[in-house]
């Protein structure tokens, strides 16, 4: 009976350690930039979805969308399209055939850190490793910025962390910087 209790005791002992070091390893963690806080290009991603991928991965990887809206703008790289694809639980824009946003205001869809809307500022925060620089805590959105790739700037895209009055998340919107 001792050993069947010391196998249940390893095996719960192994079990816990898988899924505390596996949660662990995809962390959004804030990083030290110097003059700014910054996250890395590898946690921006929801659903498998990535910033500046082309259009097709998006069918590909969450199948067809409920619906598409198309819309337009300008920037200085002059006057474009934005097709929207509508999901459950998700919008993704496409901006010149690549994923310009990834916006989601559901608590299905969660960051690589596991931070997902309804969570309070403080949990974020705690997620985060700490408040983010120039964050006093009281503005009801937040934006980082993506951390430099071998000391460059990949293209300074950012996450923006919506919360309402009560300090819950509202909505985490992953954007390119496009021109």
Known sequence: ???????????????????????????????????????????????????WKPENTVSG????????????????????DIKTYHYDHLQIDIVRGKVDRIYTMSNKVAMPSGIRVGYTMDQ?????????????????????????VNGDWVQEDYVTLKFNNNKVLTSIEYAANRP
């Open 1 to 51: 009976m001792r050993k069947l209790h010391l196998f249940f005791l390893l095996l719960y002992i192994f079990w816990f350690a898988t899924f505390s070091i596996g949660s662990s390893e995809s962390a959004t963690v804030l990083v030290d930039g110097g003059h700014f806080d910054c996250l890395p290009v590898s946690t921006f991603v929801l659903e498998s979805i990535r910033l």
């Open 61 to 80: 990887t969450l199948g067809e969308p409920n619906s598409i809206t198309i819309g337009g703008g300008e920037d200085d790289g002059g006057s474009y």
């Open 124 to 148: 974020v925060i705690r997620i985060l490793g700490r408040k983010p620089r120039g964050w006093q805590g009281t503005e009801s959105e937040f934006s980082i910025v993506t951390c430099p």
